[in-house]
């Protein structure tokens, strides 16, 4: 079965502190990969997807995430987090041949002023 | 605009009662789904549907049910056998053209159950 896993459960940073956060898939096809944010409060939004092409995808709030393929990957990075990105991240994944959205089960992300 | 919209926001029920929780989207989606979020347990599948008239059970189906009657609508029911169901609740919408190059999913805003 499809699974999406990320490596930390609770991760805590200072501000101007780098980020990255793992996502690792299982699944052997081809897949449109996705980060989501969840502030405090607030709905679920898009901060960056990946389809295919350059690897190296760039979102909003200076976000970026590298699609690994031969390691099944698609980590989160930001070189300087700012207590604003305080919030829930969600690597989520979808496999071309399955019309199903597949969650990581979330990254807790507090920064600290 | 287009997009996807739950209703309540909040909402509490009985314990006992069977309860609706509404889904609409104007996105013309094939697909949508039904996701539980609970503190540090993330994002769980309830059910998916990927055509009108038809749905499969995700990974926590026990206690709930929907319908798909209409491409635009995805109502889920919270039975009386669901044994915890104080949780937010998200709905989502995305193509559903088999071999997608582009699917992507959008998300309503969620509504909170609590039980009382």
């Known amino acids: 079965a499809q699974s999406v896993s990320q490596h930390n459960h609770h991760v805590i940073l200072s501000e101007a502190a780098s980020l990255e956060l793992g996502c690792n898939y299982s699944?052997?096809?081809?897949?449109?990969l996705f980060w989501y944010v969840q502030y405090p409060g607030q709905h679920l939004q898009l901060l960056l997807k990946?389809?295919?092409?350059?690897?190296l995808v760039k979102g909003i709030k200076g976000f970026e995430a590298e699609f690994i393929k031969s390691k099944f990957s698609f980590n989160l990075r930001k070189p300087s987090v700012q207590w604003s990105d305080t919030a829930e991240y969600f690597c989520?994944?979808?496999?071309?041949?399955?019309?199903?959205?597949?969650f990581g089960p979330g990254t807790s992300l507090s920064v600290i002023p | 605009d287009g997009g996807i919209t739950q209703s309540p926001k909040y909402l509490f029920r009985k314990e006992g009662q069977n309860v609706t929780l509404s889904c609409e989207q104007n996105?013309?989606?094939?697909?949508m789904y039904w996701y539980r979020q609970d503190p540090g347990q993330g994002l769980r599948l309830i059910y998916y549907?990927?055509?009108?008239?038809?749905?499969q059970k995700g990974d926590i189906a026990e206690g709930y049910s929907v319908s798909r009657e209409k491409k635009e609508s995805f109502p889920l029911t919270v039975t009386s056998a669901q044994k915890n169901p104080t949780a937010f609740y998200l709905c989502?919408?995305?193509?559903?053209?088999?071999?997608?190059?582009?699917?992507?999913?959008?998300f309503g805003q969620g509504t909170r159950l609590t039980v009382v």
């Open positions: 996105l013309n989606h094939d697909a």
């Open positions: 549907s990927q055509i009108v008239n038809d749905f």
């Open positions: 990946y389809f295919s092409g350059d690897p």
């Open positions: 989502a919408s995305s193509y559903s053209t088999g071999d997608a190059v582009n699917t992507e999913a959008f």
């Open positions: 699944y052997g096809g081809t897949v449109n």
């Open positions: 989520a994944v979808i496999p071309r041949a399955y019309d199903k959205v597949i």
